[in-house]
């Protein structure tokens, strides 16, 4: 049973292009969540979705940043207009139920906005 | 105040020494808790889920207090290969994360 997969594990965008992350949750899985890993600092909540459906955006940034879990595929994170703010490690999880369950994660994409 | 804050540590223990871990949580109403290991900034790998009654996998333990709201991570005999960062997780918000390291 393959794991969380995300692509791509390494990503540089220029200031001011988009970044694109993509998450397939595990087989059987249908709720992903999204974290973000800055340089020296622990995990942040970012979004939770289940299929077609967005459960928790708290810790996403207002601006320029969605997420989305379409019935088919992958999830999305898209970021718009990178900064270099933006520079980090992205990680995705999967669980088969809500988040009281336990997570598996991704081996992450490392974004570098130069 | 911090939605979950950990021991910012670092703890560096001798082999086979018992170390513990605590993790307080600002929500009184939050229903889920586990405790993951990061190696290296890779991917955190779920160490143990955290229930009321508390629970044991092998030379780990985790214990949950509601009514003081943290949790608790005990590791018995530390091995060279524990030597990690030990996060908490509380309803989805990551502790900051406590780095262990075990020395011979």
């Known amino acids: 049973n393959a794991g969380v997969m995300q692509n791509p594990r390494h990503l540089v965008r220029r200031r001011g292009q988009e970044a694109r992350l993509r998450c397939s949750p595990m087989?059987?899985?249908?709720?992903v969540y999204w974290y973000r890993q800055l340089p020296e600092e622990g995990l942040k909540f970012m979004v939770y979705?289940?299929?077609?459906?967005?459960?928790?955006e708290s810790g996403m940034p207002k601006e320029r940043f969605s997420a989305e879990f379409p019935k088919e595929g992958p999830s999305i994170l898209r970021i718009q207009q990178v900064v270099r703010g933006d520079s980090a490690a992205y990680f995705c999880?999967?669980?088969?139920?809500?988040?009281?369950?336990?997570?598996?994660f991704g081996p992450g994409t490392r974004l570098t906005v130069t | 105040r911090k939605e979950v804050e950990q021991d910012p540590g670092p703890f560096n223990v001798p082999e086979g020494a018992t170390v513990a871990f605590n993790c307080t949580y600002s929500?009184?109403?939050?229903?889920?808790f586990f405790w993951y290991r990061q190696d290296c900034r890779k991917e955190p790998k779920l160490l143990m889920s955290?229930?009321?009654s508390g629970n044991e996998d092998g030379r780990f333990t985790a214990q949950l207090n509601r009514a003081s709201q943290y949790i608790s991570l005990l590791i018995r005999d530390s091995k060279l290969s524990d030597s990690a960062t030990y996060l908490c997780?509380?309803?989805?918000?990551f502790g900051a994360g406590t780095r262990l390291t075990v020395k011979p």
């Open positions: 955290v229930y009321s």
């Open positions: 979705l289940q299929k077609e459906n967005i459960i928790d």
């Open positions: 087989k059987g899985h249908s709720h």
């Open positions: 999880a999967s669980s088969p139920f809500g988040e009281s369950y336990e997570q598996y």
């Open positions: 929500n009184s109403a939050s229903q889920s």
């Open positions: 997780v509380v309803n989805l918000r």
